[in-house]
Structures are given as structure tokens and as C-alpha cells.
């Protein structure tokens, strides 16, 4: 956090930590400067905390960069209780002590990767919102969602200060999306009107061959069994195939089966007629035989 503070010797400020000033130097030494900031406690400044023009060279002398009555921007480091300690270089906005899980953070978009986009959030190192944390859909590349200098916000899904990675999340800010329901159609009345008035099924008797059921044409087929009469099963399969234009080969078969019976029961009828006959012939050779010798005694 930045605050920029006009000094004023009459009224003084209070002092926090990370606030910026524009300060006068009151003193050198060879361990740093006094500023003036206009608050109550003296200000101080270490020479490790003095900025050189070469970011890379080293200072030596406080008087190489700094002279009485000059004035410089500083910032806060510590509010002690006798004196403040101040720096040249600007603090960051967050420190590691500072992240916090959950907390929200606002920053902009510094590099764009295949896996996710780095942020900008003024802390040492910049967040990584993963390309899974940019949205609650489906997030083809990251260039679909930001951009290279985009102003986002997010928020901090994990901190680790001994790896020095701050994880962040885009989609953990935004509502979910609302799942709607399936609406249930309802059917239409054309639809009932017509099954209320479907046509009655034709009954089988006065269907074609051809039309009824396969089932009913299977079981009139079936072999003859013990107890059933050609006769019968042969009536079975004419009234199932009546009109039929030529006869099925079962029923030629079953005709000249029954033909065959019929010769064997007329066979076995005059046999047995034949056998009755001798049988009675006999009888009445013995009977007249005996009522001879009966007369002759």
C-alpha cells in the first residue's frame, strides 16, 4: 500500500509501515542520513537502504549520493518507539507474512503460458492462475480468457514461501453457473385423441392365412401325437390353411399317411370278419356232432 504524505513541521503525521514521502536531509554520517518526513520521531536512513545510480555498484560514502538539504521519496520499513527507519527502495505491496489462503488480490497479467497466465500482484514473486482456475467451463488456451496487461482478480488458493509460489484462483470469484433442469414434455392431446379412437384389432377368424398370427400356423403344424386322430390333425391343418392356392408338404405327407391307415384298418377289419366266420363255422361243426352222437347212443 502506497501513500503519498506532503510534509508539514507544524501538524504532525502518524506513520505506518509502507507509506511514501517526499524528505529533506537533515545529516550525514558514515552509517547513513537523517530526514526530515515531518513526524514526531526522527527518521533515519541506513546506508545499505540508500539507492545508488548503478543498481549494481556499491556505496561507500553516504555523501557520494546524498547532500544536506537535498530532498528524496523514501518509504517506511519499521515505526520503532524513538525513531523510523526509512528506505529508498519501494517496498513490495504484499509480503510473504502478508498472503494469506483465501484472501483476494487484484494484480495485471505479466506473461501468458500454455498451462496458465502469471500475475502481477506486488509481492516478490507473481501468482500462476492455472488454465483449470480461469473458468468454470471448459478453457481451450488462456489467451481465450485474458490477455498480456489485463487487470484481474483472483483469489489465493495456496502460498509456499520456502518454494517461493503463489498459486491463485479466477474462478473461485465468479458464481457457478446455474444447472437447469430438463423440462418434462408433456404429451400432446392430438396424440391421445388418436390412441383413444384406434381401429379395434381384426379377430382371427376373419383374417386371411396370411394375416394371422405365425404362432397359431406353428401349433396346427405340429406332429401328430398319441391320442390324436389323422383325421383330426389333418382337419387342423385345412381349416389353418384353407384358401391357400397350393398344399404344404406336410399336409400332402399327412394325406397319404392317412390313406395308408385306412388301407390297414379295412385290412384288419376283414380279417378279423374272416376269423369270426371260421370260428362260427367250427362251433357249429362241433355242435351238430355232438347232438349226433348223442342220438346214436
Keep these: 500500500m502506497e501513500s503519498d504524505v506532503v510534509v508539514d513541521e507544524q501538524k504532525p503525521i502518524e506513520v ?7 524528505g529533506k536531509v537533515v545529516k550525514t554520517s558514515l552509517a547513513g542520513a537523517v530526514i526530515d518526513i515531518g513526524a514526531a520521531q526522527p527518521a533515519v536512513i541506513h546506508i545499505s537502504q540508500i539507492a545508488t545510480p548503478d543498481p549494481q555498484a556499491t ?15 523514501v518509504w517506511v520499513r519499521r515505526v520503532r518507539e524513538d525513531h523510523i527507519e526509512l ?36 509481492a516478490e514473486r ?27 482478480e483472483a483469489e489465493v488458493l495456496d502460498v509456499n514461501r520456502r518454494k517461493k509460489q503463489i498459486k491463485l484462483s479466477m474462478k473461485a470469484l465468479l458464481p ?11 404429451p400432446k392431446r392430438e396424440e391421445h385423441h388418436k390412441e ?29 401325437r398319441g391320442g390324436d386322430e389323422p383325421g383330426e390333425l389333418l382337419l387342423n391343418i385345412d381349416e389353418a390353411g384353407q384358401n391357400e392356392s397350393e398344399p404344404t408338404v406336410l399336409g400332402m ?45
Excluded: C
Excluded at 556505496?59 to 521519496?73: A, F, K, M
Excluded at 394375416?211 to 406332429?223: I, L, Q
Excluded at 394325406?255 to 362260427?280: D, F, I, P, T
Design 16 to 22: 505506518k509501515p509502507k507509506m511514501h514521502f517526499t
Design 176 to 186: 457457478e453457473p446455474v444447472k437447469e433442469e430438463p423440462k418434462k414434455e408433456e
Design 126 to 152: 507473481p501468482g500462476l492462475v492455472h488454465i483449470s482456475e480461469m473458468a468454470h467451463g471448459y478453457v481451450r488456451q488462456p489467451s481465450d480468457v485474458v490477455k498480456e496487461g489485463d487487470e484481474i
Design 253 to 297: 405327407a399327412l394325406m397319404e399317411a392317412m390313406e395308408r391307415a385306412k388301407v390297414r384298418r379295412q385290412q384288419s377289419q376283414k380279417a378279423r370278419k374272416s376269423s369270426r366266420g371260421v370260428s362260427q363255422e367250427q362251433e357249429a361243426l362241433l355242435t351238430r356232432t355232438l347232438q349226433e352222437k348223442e342220438r346214436s347212443s
Design 87 to 122: 528506505t529508498m527502495f519501494k517496498p513490495l505491496d504484499l509480503e510473504w507474512r502478508e498472503i494469506k489462503k483465501g484472501m483476494s488480490v487484484k494484480g495485471k497479467v505479466t506473461r501468458l503460458e500454455k498451462f496458465g497466465a502469471f500475475v502481477e500482484i506486488g
Design 59 to 73: 556505496l561507500h560514502r553516504v555523501e557520494d549520493v546524498l547532500q544536506i538539504g537535498q530532498e528524496i521519496e
Design 196 to 224: 383413444e379412437h384406434r381401429p379395434a384389432p381384426t379377430p382371427v377368424s376373419a383374417q386371411s392365412p396370411r394375416e394371422r398370427p405365425a404362432n397359431r400356423r406353428r401349433k396346427s403344424r405340429r406332429p401328430h
